[in-house]
C-alpha cells in the first residue's frame, strides 16, 4: 500500500458516531442562523447608536435587511453548488467503503441483463 494511501485510508468508528456527527451538523446550521440573528438584534442600538452619530437614520428593520439579505444569498449559493458537491463526495465515499455491496449490486444488474436476453431469446423462438 502506498504511502498516500495509508495517509487518507479512513476508518469506519462505528454508526453512533456517524449519527451523533450526521445530526450535529444538521442542528449546527439551524442554531448557528439562530446565534447570529439574536447577535445582530442585540447588536442593533449600539450600532444604530453610531450612525446616529454620523448623521445616518438606520432603521430596525433596514439593518435587518442588511444582515438577513447576504446570508439568503449565502443560503441560494450553498444550495445551488455546495449540496450538489457533498451529495456527490458522500455517494462516492459510500461506494469506496461499501465494496462488497457494490459487488452484489453490479451481479444483481448483470443478472439481470442475462434475464433480459434470455426473455428476448425465448419471445423470438415463440415467435419462429
Known sequence: ???RDRILKQHNIGETWGRFALAGSQIAVMVSTYT????????YEPISAWF???GINLSFWVFMAIIIVPIIIAYFIAWKYLV???YRSS??????QNEELMGGLKKIADMEK????IQK???KMQKK
Open 84 to 86: 450538489v458537491s457533498f
Open 1 to 3: 500500500m502506498r504511502l
Open 52 to 54: 446616529t452619530e454620523k
Open 36 to 43: 447570529m440573528l439574536m447577535v445582530t438584534v442585540n447588536a
Open 91 to 96: 455517494v462516492e465515499q459510500f461506494m469506496e
Open 121 to 123: 431469446t425465448l419471445e
Open 114 to 117: 442475462t434475464l433480459v436476453s
